[in-house]
C-alpha cells in the first residue's frame, strides 16, 4: 500500500511539474556528459583492469604491505583500494565487487573495505571543486586531503580487531591473466558508468520534485528550529544528505563555507549510496550500517579539514567563484563606470513590474527558496 501510494504522487508530481524535473535531469545530463563520465570511466576501466589481469599481482608486491599491515587485507586488494582513494566514489566499490565475485576476498573483508573505500576522486575535488566552485587548487586539495585522511583512519579503525592476513592469499600467486582483460574492464565500466548516470538523474528529477511540492523548505525551516545551523546552512546540508553534486552547486549558490563542503564530500548523497550497493549482486553489507560508517566518514572529514585551517590558515575562498570576473577596476571610474552604471539601470527600469504587476522584459534568474522569510538562490540542476 505504501509503495501503491507514493506511485500515484509521484505520478501526479510529475504531471503537475513537468517543467521542473525535465529541466533538473537535462542540467544533470550535461553535467554526466561534461564531468561525470570523462573524470570517472577512465579509473573505472583502470580498476577492473586491475583486477581482471595478473597487473594486481605487480601492484600487490609495493602495496600490499600497507594493504596487509594498515587495512588487515590481502594483499590484492591494494590496487581497489587505492582507485577507492583517489578514482572516484564507485571505483573502489568496483574493485571490491569484483575481488568478491572471483572468490579472491571473504565478505567480511568487502564490508570492511565499503567502509573506507567510498571517496570522491582527486580530478572531481581539485580540479572541479577547487579550480571551478573556490577558485582556489590549493583548498580543492586540502578537502581532498580531509577526505582522503579520514577514510585512512576509518580503515585502520575496521580491521584493528581483525586478524593478520597471510601475505600468500591461497590461490593468489597462480592467478593468471585471461584473454580479453581489457575487453572485460571496459565493458564493466561502461554498464557501472551508465548506472551512476541513470541514479543521478533519478535523484536530480526528485530533487527538483521536492523544491516544487515545498517539501524541502519545509524541511529546512523545521530544522532550522534548532538553532545548530543557520537556514541556509541547512538547506547546503540537506542537498549534501540527498545527492553530492546537487549539493555542490546548492552550496556554492548559497554562499555556505568549505568546510560543509568536507563533509558533504565525505559523506556522499544518498544517490552515490545506492550506486554503490548496486555495484553488488547482494551486498556484503547492511544499509543502517553503510549509512553510519558515511555518517562517520563525514564527521571526520569536517574534522579533519578545520584541524588543517588550525594547523596553517588559509584565505576563505567560499565567495572567489560568485565574484570572479564581476569586479573591473577599469570599468570602477570615469565615463565607462557611469556608461555602466546607467545602462544597469535601464535594465532595470526595463524589468521591474510595472502597475499593472507585469515586467517589459523577463530573464531567466536563479530559483529562490524561501525559508524562515529569508530567500536563497538555488541552483537549476
Known amino acids: 500500500m505504501l509503495a501503491a501510494l507514493v506511485l500515484l504522487l509521484l505520478t501526479f508530481a510529475l504531471l503537475l511539474w513537468p517543467v521542473a524535473v525535465t529541466g533538473g535531469i537535462a542540467s544533470s545530463l550535461s553535467y554526466c556528459l561534461s564531468a561525470l563520465v570523462p573524470s570517472l570511466f577512465p579509473f573505472m576501466v583502470l580498476c577492473g583492469f586491475a583486477v581482471e589481469s595478473s597487473a594486481a599481482l605487480w601492484l600487490s608486491r609495493p602495496l600490499g604491505f600497507c594493504a596487509r599491515y594498515l587495512f588487515r587485507l590481502p594483499d590484492c586488494c591494494a590496487a581497489p583500494v587505492l582507485m577507492g582513494l583517489i578514482g572516484g566514489y564507485p571505483a573502489g566499490a568496483r574493485g571490491t565487487s569484483l575481488l568478491l565475485e572471483k572468490g579472491r576476498i571473504t565478505e567480511k573483508e568487502a564490508r570492511r573495505m565499503l567502509m573506507f573505500c567510498v571517496n570522491p576522486g582527486l580530478a572531481f575535488t581539485v580540479t572541479y571543486l577547487g579550480i571551478g566552485v573556490f577558485g582556489s587548487p590549493a583548498l580543492g586539495l586540502r578537502l581532498f586531503l580531509s577526505v582522503t585522511l579520514s577514510a585512512v583512519v576509518l580503515g585502520v579503525l575496521s580491521g584493528l580487531f581483525s586478524p593478520l592476513p597471510s601475505p600468500d592469499k591461497p590461490g593468489a600467486e597462480r592467478m593468471e591473466s585471461r584473454p580479453g582483460a581489457l575487453t572485460r574492464s571496459v565493458e564493466g565500466a561502461a554498464r557501472s558508468v551508465l548506472l551512476m548516470c541513470a541514479f543521478l ?15 524541502f523548505q519545509g524541511a529546512v525551516r523545521l530544522l532550522s528550529r534548532l538553532g545548530v545551523f543557520t537556514p541556509s546552512q541547512w538547506a547546503a546540508i540537506l542537498s549534501f544528505l540527498l545527492e553530492v553534486t546537487g549539493g555542490t552547486g546548492d552550496a556554492r549558490a548559497l554562499g555556505i563555507g568549505p568546510g560543509f563542503f568536507a563533509f558533504g564530500l565525505a559523506f556522499g548523497g544518498v544517490c552515490v549510496h545506492l550506486q554503490v550497493l548496486a555495484m553488488f549482486r547482494k551486498p556484503p553489507i547492511r544499509p543502517p550500517l553503510f549509512l553510519l560508517c558515511r555518517l562517520a566518514h563525514g564527521l571526520l572529514s569536517a574534522g579533519a579539514f578545520a584541524l588543517m585551517g588550525v594547523i596553517s590558515p588559509m584565505e576563505n575562498a567560499s565567495t572567489a567563484p560568485v565574484m570572479a570576473g564581476i569586479y573591473r577596476p577599469e570599468l570602477s571610474g570615469g565615463w565607462r563606470g557611469g556608461a555602466s552604471l546607467a545602462l544597469m539601470c535601464a535594465a532595470f527600469l526595463l524589468m521591474v513590474p510595472g502597475e499593472t504587476g507585469k515586467s517589459s522584459l523577463r530573464a531567466p534568474g536563479p530559483k529562490l527558496i524561501s525559508v524562515a522569510g529569508v530567500k536563497f538562490p538555488l541552483q537549476n540542476r
Do not use: D, K, V, Y
Open 201 to 215: 538523474l533519478l535523484f536530480s528529477g526528485l530533487s527538483a520534485l521536492l523544491h516544487e511540492a515545498g517539501i
